[in-house]
């Protein structure tokens, strides 16, 4: 999530086999990850950078927040009471690099669902998501419509805020979109606050598809 607690991600399913939204909803781990030597990105206040080991706490206790915003907004099952597991957010950080965080700002909503950032950079994380380039299994089959393109595209899973700052999507989607144009995302259909995130943020709905354990997410694409 970004924001009192965006979750869902920008990928997912199984139907052949999601984002953290906003749940990597327990699809199979990916290989690859954008290219080494990345420089964080900033988005007005608030900054974007690789994940390291000793950030683990604070995303644990960001994905904590979400899980209970996402229960107490209508969304009790997307991440349950444990998505992400630790083992995957190490997997992320430490073996395949897939994992970001986002820092900076001081809180200006109780939410933090959107808007430009905050008013002075405390260097504090606030959100964390993970960016996984190349083919998602999960995405194979699509039912209720079809993929806008087939080119090569990255998916954005776990997004997560701690609800003290604004823009924690948008900061993510800036960064993913510096390193490729064509990103494709999932969500919960009970996970009112991403679908408005991802919408607002010129994604087109393309139809559904199924985590590993068969149930459904609605999918969204940007090219």
């Not at 139907?15 to 199979?28: I, Y």
């Not at 002075?120 to 299994?137: C, K, M, T």
């Not at 607002?200 to 598809?209: D, P």
Request: net charge negative; hydrophobic share 30%.
């Amino acid at each position: 999530m970004t924001g009192p607690g965006v979750t869902g991600h920008l990928s997912g399913a199984q139907k052949t086999a999601q984002p953290g939204h906003l749940s990597e909803d327990q699809r199979p781990a990916q290989d690859g990850h954008p290219s080494e030597g990345l420089q964080p990105a900033q988005d007005g206040r608030l900054s974007v950078r690789k994940a390291v080991i000793d950030d683990l706490p604070q995303i644990m206790e960001i994905f904590d927040h979400a899980r209970k915003f996402m229960k107490q907004t209508g969304n009790p099952t997307q991440w349950g009471d444990n998505y992400p597991p630790e083992e995957v957010v190490i997997d992320d950080i430490a073996v395949k690099g897939h994992m970001y965080v986002v820092t900076g700002g001081v809180g200006t909503s109780a939410g933090g669902t959107g808007g430009t950032g905050a008013e002075s950079a405390d260097g504090h994380i606030h959100g964390v998501f993970a960016l996984i380039p190349g083919r998602d299994p999960t995405y194979d089959i699509i039912e209720d419509g079809a993929w806008l393109s087939d080119e090569e595209y990255s998916t954005i899973h776990r997004v997560a805020g701690d609800g003290r700052v604004n823009g924690v999507f948008e900061a993510a989607l800036r960064f993913s979109l510096a390193q490729t144009p064509h990103i494709r995302i999932d969500t919960h259909e009970d996970n009112a606050v991403m679908r408005h995130l991802i919408e607002k943020n010129g994604f087109q709905r393309t139809g559904m598809i199924y985590c590993r354990d068969g149930s459904p997410r609605i999918a969204y694409e940007r090219v």
